[in-house]
């Protein structure tokens, strides 16, 4: 099994430029796919972005791309996401995902999930 536990999340003002992390913990040895996605209220889960555990490939959303930057430690056991220039429609729920396989832009893909953290963007 993996845990996973979110921090970093609250009330932000438009702008600004939160940073969520991630801690992986448990048997992460065969975790390769890390990603971020986010559940605004009332719709459904979307991906945000997503990296290999190890190397650098990532993906990124359209809505986040030259916003948002996907990162890890170098212990390789604790996930990142830097968030610039937060706008109101940023606000969700952000959940931190880890699957056996590479990243994937899909959440169907991911065997584990962590609690999200809530990330509230005020104009």
């Known amino acids: 099994q993996v845990q996973l536990v979110e921090s970093g999340g609250g009330l932000v003002q438009a702008g600004g430029s939160p940073r969520l992390s991630c801690a992986a913990s448990g048997r992460t040895f065969s975790i390769s796919g890390m990603a971020w996605f986010r559940q605004p209220p009332g719709k459904v889960r979307e991906f945000v972005a997503a990296r290999r555990r190890f190397g650098d490939s990532t993906l990124y959303a359209d809505s986040v791309k030259d916003r948002f930057t996907i990162s890890r430690d170098n212990g390789w056991n604790t996930l990142y996401l830097q968030m610039n220039s937060l706008k109101p429609e940023d606000t969700a729920v952000y959940y931190c995902?880890?699957?056996?396989?590479?990243?994937?832009?899909?959440?169907?893909?991911?065997?584990?999930w962590g609690q999200g953290t809530q990330v509230t963007v005020s104009s």
């Open positions: 995902a880890a699957r056996y396989g590479g990243p994937s832009i899909y959440p169907q893909d991911y065997d584990y």
